[in-house]
């Protein structure tokens, strides 16, 4: 399947928080890599990134692109990021790993392969819990490294109660991997506060917004208080359009699954997948009839992750090849 920015990135949040800073090209091309992991996948394979997809998405228009990626793979196989984890004992574990073992350049195909080291597979495989997921495009057309960082650690709070996320200036420079940088608070915020907030709420799903917490007479900055919101426009009037131009009931009935609670827009976000996948074929292959056979794919798979993005994904990527399975039907 050609990358595009509907492809969704899974990471464990325990990678997400990891330590160890990146350059903005080695933290998309990594977001890139996972991106085409498969949720149905046990294991790593080794990935293909076309060079020119991935010019497209990140709207670059760089000569050398593929010096620029040749660097950052170097650099990417080099780096050493840490990971956190608290145990039943309350004590704290660290591991560090290495990210990519390999990767390989084929003259005249315009393509990258690349193999994750296999260390990293609890933080990307058969994810249950403890996840987060967004789609990649959010993140490709970001300047700033830090913007990306900020943007996977709040997303993961953007469905809690209260919306909101602390952290101590300390803990989120070291996150960030700037913790030998900024001494004076007002340059952080400058130069990563600030930017981080300026993009995130210009590129993404979520809009954000944050406070400083202080200590002492002395006003010292000592935290930042995060809000999360998600972008939602004239969301009333959508769901009425919605209801209004498409038949939802007939639709879930069709494609069967009337068992599932699915709202209207990703109903309708479903049906156009399978409309888009299915027109791209020369033979009439019933959309309805390919949501059906992925959504039984998934339950037979009986899959813990959000079910609505799990179907999306399949229906994306035709899981249960359902296109084969039914032009094969119509040969008789």
């Not at 426009?233 to 599932?260: F, H, P």
Request: hydrophobic share 35%; with cysteine; proline share 1%.
């Amino acid at each position: 399947m050609a990358l595009n920015g509907e492809h969704y990135v899974s990471q464990h949040n325990k990678l997400i928080e990891h330590r160890g800073s990146m350059t903005i090209m080695e933290q998309k091309l990594l977001r890139t890599i996972i991106s085409e992991i498969r949720m149905d996948d046990i294991e790593l394979n080794d990935y293909i990134i076309n060079i020119s997809d991935f010019k497209e998405l990140t709207k670059t228009n760089h000569k050398d692109i593929y010096n620029q990626l040749d660097e950052a793979t170097t650099k990417l196989m080099r780096r050493i990021i840490e990971i956190r984890d608290i145990d039943k004992k309350n004590k704290k574990n660290f591991k560090k790993l290495t990210i990519i073992t390999k990767t390989e350049y084929k003259e005249g195909k315009g393509q990258i392969f690349i193999r994750l080291n296999d260390e990293i597979k609890p933080y990307l495989l058969e994810l249950k819990n403890q996840f987060t997921q967004y789609q990649l495009k959010y993140v490709m057309q970001m300047k700033s490294v830090h913007a990306l960082r900020v943007y996977e650690l709040l997303k993961q709070y953007e469905n809690t109660a209260t919306k909101k996320r602390e952290f101590e200036i300390g803990e989120l420079k070291i996150i960030l991997g700037v913790d030998d940088k900024y001494s004076a608070f007002k340059d952080f915020e400058k130069y990563v506060l600030a930017v981080a907030k300026k993009e995130i709420n210009v590129l993404t799903d979520i809009e954000i917004d944050y406070k400083k917490l202080y200590q002492g007479r002395g006003k010292k900055v000592v935290g930042i208080e995060f809000s999360i919101d998600t972008k939602v426009a004239d969301e009333k009037k959508y769901v009425t359009w919605l209801n209004e131009t498409y038949d939802i009931a007939g639709i879930t009935t069709k494609a069967g699954i009337s068992g599932e609670r699915f709202n209207s827009k990703q109903i309708i976000e479903l049906y156009e997948a399978a409309c888009n996948k299915t027109m791209s074929s020369n033979t009439d292959i019933d959309p309805f009839e390919y949501i059906r056979l992925n959504y039984l794919y998934m339950i037979e798979k009986g899959t813990h992750r959000s079910k609505f993005k799990y179907l999306l994904s399949a229906l994306y990527e035709d899981f249960a090849s359902a296109a084969i399975q039914i032009k094969s039907r119509l040969k008789f």
